[in-house]
């Protein structure tokens, strides 16, 4: 029997002192565990290791190679035929040279008249400042007799326009009779179908009501397009009426003109007379200027060196009716062009390219489009052969484009070298939004990160490990860079991404490592 202090000490007591010890044990070793900092064993982990190197972060995305720059050449006039073309896609062409050809019937006939108006002026001068002399005079009466020309071509085409008219305006009626006929019939059935349906409400009676109200609403649409393309028909019609007739009146006033001109070139010229025969003069150069020019513009011509993207056209067609789909360049005449800084579709009787410049249009999710900016470096990586090509971002849309529910940003990348480079070419776009050098870094599956707290699993020599908090730099694709909380060398545990593990273990209970409460020796 124990004794204290020369007494004996009873059994009860001493079971209540090894329970109570015990205790204290057992809260020693929770304490321990908590203040540690989450120790645990890490025995069966996966781990990485904190060292010094390069960290980068990049957005990835595709899109096919372009051209920069884009110059859609059309004729001024688009109604007018094709009446040939010089150049083929793929064919690289010059400053300067022939394109294509429209009609030039107009042309010529508009040139040819405002030369013989001119011709007229310039002898009306002559005879007002030198008097009229038999010469002179035949040219009076050569000036009257080309106006009295002008006057029957203006009647012969307004009449043209007349007749035009009404053939124009019975053909439209009788389409427009024949669609409202069709209707009335399709209307009729359509109550005979429902009158058979309410004496006999079978499935074949609805059928036959449902086909005959389809009928009735196709004639319906038949009828209002035929009048809508009566409507059109005539209003063309009438505006060709209004401007023949506008012409026949311009040709009688020139015919008086004139005729006022020869009577008073009989008689003395004044000062005033002089100024008003030079400024007929210089009326009919302008005119003749402007048919000229009018004729060179059947002549379309590249505006630049370049390759042919597309001729979007065919001889014995409209130059109007050549125009492909909508393209964000705008059109240009045989003497200006457009520029635009890519373009899948063009809107151009030809478009040129410039392959010396190319680039590619690609689209950037919601989520990464913020990282993305101006001048940042970028790799192209061409699909069919694996090139990789460096370019450069040179802009960035500030409209949203949605994609199945999708908000993605435009943005283009200009290549830095296009040699060998076609155009359309589907293309792998890897853009770099950021880059440290040389820094501490660790694998960002070793970070965990709750809110804004970033915490890393370290584990000690012993085996055991260690819950730190981390302060992080950039966010690469694979690695992140550590500002502080640890050092290089530390190994990291990386978290347990298994969906039948909950990643956590409470430090030092039910592992069967050491000092556990269960499993492993004590």
């Not at 989520?367 to 970028?378: K, L």
């Not at 293309?427 to 939004?433: D, L, N």
């Not at 809110?451 to 730099?473: F, I, L, P, S, Y």
Request: net charge neutral.
């Amino acid at each position: 029997m124990p004794r204290v202090l020369g007494k004996a000490v009873s059994r009860p007591v001493v079971i209540n002192a090894v329970l109570a010890l015990a205790v204290l044990v057992v809260i020693g070793l929770a304490v321990r565990a908590v203040t540690a900092g989450g120790q645990t064993e890490a025995s069966n982990q996966t781990t990485t290791t904190v060292d010094t190197g390069d960290v980068m972060a990049s957005v990835t995305a595709s899109g096919n190679i372009a051209a920069a720059t884009t110059v859609e050449v059309n004729f001024d006039d688009s109604s007018q035929v094709v009446r040939k073309i010089y150049v083929k896609a793929g064919q690289h062409v010059r400053k300067g040279q022939l394109l294509a050809r429209i009609d030039q019937t107009d042309a010529k006939q508009t040139l040819r008249s405002a030369q013989i108006q001119l011709r007229a002026a310039r002898a009306s001068y002559q005879e007002t400042v030198s008097g009229q002399t038999s010469a002179e005079r035949a040219v009076d009466q050569a000036s009257i007799a080309s106006a009295q020309q002008s006057i029957k071509n203006a009647e012969l085409a307004l009449r043209q326009a007349e007749q035009s008219l009404r053939l124009n305006r019975s053909q439209a009626n009788a389409t427009v009779n024949q669609a409202q006929r069709a209707m009335n019939a399709a209307d009729a059935a359509v109550r005979k179908a429902q009158q058979a349906y309410r004496n006999d409400p079978s499935a074949e009676n609805l059928q036959a009501l449902q086909t005959a109200k389809s009928t009735l609403s196709t004639a319906r649409s038949a009828l209002t397009s035929a009048r809508q393309q009566r409507a059109q028909t005539l209003l063309s019609g009438q505006q060709q009426v209004q401007t023949q007739r506008a012409n026949l009146t311009s040709s009688r006033q020139q015919l008086t003109s004139t005729r006022a001109s020869v009577n008073i070139n009989a008689q003395g010229a004044t000062d005033s007379e002089v100024a008003n025969a030079q400024a007929s003069v210089d009326t009919a150069q302008v005119t003749v200027d402007q048919a000229a020019t009018a004729l060179d513009a059947t002549v379309l011509k590249a505006p630049v060196a370049g390759t042919v993207a597309a001729v979007n056209g065919s001889v014995g067609q409209t130059a109007s009716g050549s125009s492909a789909s909508s393209s964000s360049s705008s059109s240009s005449s045989s003497s200006s062009s457009s520029d635009t800084s890519s373009s899948s579709s063009s809107s151009g009787f030809v478009t040129l390219t410039s392959t010396h410049v190319l680039e590619v249009t690609t689209y950037v999710a919601e989520a990464d489009i913020d990282s993305v900016q101006v001048d940042q470096p970028a790799t192209v990586t061409l699909s069919a052969s694996d090139r990789e090509l460096q370019g450069t971002v040179t802009s960035i849309a500030t409209v949203q484009t949605v994609t199945n529910n999708v908000v993605e940003y435009g943005v283009t990348v200009r290549l830095d070298k296009t040699r060998g480079v076609k155009l359309g070419a589907t293309a792998e776009v890897v853009i770099t939004t950021g880059s440290k050098d040389d820094v501490l870094r660790v694998s960002s599956s070793a970070l965990t990160t709750v809110g804004n707290t970033t915490t890393a699993t370290v584990q000690e020599d012993d085996g055991t490990t260690k819950t730190v908090q981390v302060e992080v730099g950039l966010q690469g694709d694979s690695q992140t860079q550590v500002i502080s909380g640890l050092e290089a060398g530390d190994v990291l545990v990386v978290p347990e991404t298994d969906s039948g593990s909950s990643g956590f273990t409470f430090p030092g209970v039910g592992g069967g490592g050491p000092g556990g409460l269960g499993g492993g020796p004590q």
